[in-house]
Nanobody
Framework: VQLQASGGGLVQAGGSLRLSCAASGRIFSINVMGWYRQAPGKQRELVARITSGVTPYYADSVKGRFTISRDNAKNTVYLQMDSQKPEDTAVYYC?????????WGQGTQVTVSS
């Protein structure tokens, strides 16, 4: 199973971006879909995670600003990022766990200028 992420880019502080990540391949079921990020010199951290029937999880640093959602018919997860801050600058990775195990997307750069 492969993941294709898109939607990164450059945005000014206070702006918005929407990331998408589509899974393709021999998919019979998906359990968890999530977004992680890694800033230069820092460890990769979980940003948001969504599981069917469970309240989505958000890191404290993005609560109230980011929204994760999924389209099960398209095997796609989204991350709507609003009111962005310079500290949101990082490479964002999607992660999907399902019947095959788990996969990571290739990473998409998000840069927020002050």
């Amino acid at each position: 199973v492969q993941l294709q992420a898109s939607g990164g880019g450059l945005v000014q502080a206070g702006g918005s971006l929407r990331l998408s990540c589509a899974a393709s391949g021999r998919i019979f079921s998906i359990n968890v879909m999530g977004w992680y990020r890694q800033a230069p010199g820092k460890q990769r951290e979980l940003v948001a995670r969504i599981t069917s029937g469970v309240t989505p999880y958000y890191a404290d640093s993005v609560k109230g600003r980011f929204t994760i959602s999924r389209d099960n018919a398209k095997n796609t997860v989204y991350l709507q990022m609003d009111s962005q801050k310079p500290e949101d600058t990082a490479v964002y990775y999607c992660n999907v766990v399902g019947n095959w195990g788990g996969s990571w997307g290739q990473g998409t750069q998000v840069t927020v200028s002050s």
